[in-house]
């Protein structure tokens, strides 16, 4: 997985760090980079180029999130907030009752959120699509986990792809691995 974050003025420098667990991160600016982590810091060299023409997936800012437009089952369109540090998809009760999946809750999921520990229910999708790249069948938690939105787009979907996130404009790009 790449995972580049780029602000600032053109020409300045990506510096690469990996912390203790032994994950790779990027950063535009030295101030990015974990006091403790910044003896370990590489230059990666100028910006990357920009992406090709309709290979960038827009995302919307909500917060301190970025928020992608899904199809999912291929007749429900969902605003997901990409999260690469959940392991699965997440959808609303509400979003499941649109697709009119089934939602089980044997053997129940335990998710580990900022506010405890909550035990969830799960149901099957047959696909998820963000900018014509698409996966499934997936698995994905069924939880009330964000007001206003239908879920979260996990690394179940997102770790199928080769991924760079762009905070310039904003923007996601998934290629094939």
């Known amino acids: 997985?790449?995972?580049?974050?780029?602000?600032?003025?053109a020409g300045a420098q990506i510096?690469?760090?990996?912390?203790?667990?032994?994950?790779s991160h990027f950063a535009d600016s030295l101030?990015?980079?974990?006091?403790?982590?910044?003896?370990a810091v590489r230059a990666e060299g100028d910006r990357l180029p920009p992406?090709?023409?309709?290979a960038a997936i827009p995302l919307e800012r909500v917060g301190a999130a970025y928020v992608v437009s899904a199809r999912l089952e291929d007749r429900h369109t969902a605003r997901l907030v990409v999260?690469?540090?959940?392991?699965?998809?997440?959808?609303?009760?509400?979003?499941a009752r649109r697709l009119g999946v089934a939602v089980r809750t044997d053997p129940p999921v335990t998710l580990r959120t900022a506010n405890g520990t909550v035990s969830a229910g799960w149901a099957q999708v047959a696909q998820i699509e963000v900018g014509g790249r698409r996966s499934g069948p997936l698995r994905v938690v069924v939880h009330d986990a964000l007001p206003d939105l239908d879920g979260l787009l996990g690394m179940d979907f997102l770790g199928t792809?080769?991924?760079?996130?762009r905070a310039e404009v904003p923007a996601l790009l998934?290629?094939?691995r």
């Open 51 to 54: 992406p090709a023409p309709g």
């Open 174 to 176: 998934l290629s094939p």
């Open 83 to 95: 999260d690469t540090g959940a392991s699965v998809t997440v959808i609303s009760p509400a979003t």
């Open 161 to 165: 792809f080769r991924l760079e996130l």
């Open 31 to 39: 101030h990015s980079v974990p006091p403790h982590q910044r003896d």
């Open 15 to 23: 510096y690469r760090w990996t912390d203790d667990r032994g994950v």
């Open 1 to 9: 997985m790449v995972l580049a974050l780029a602000a600032g003025p």
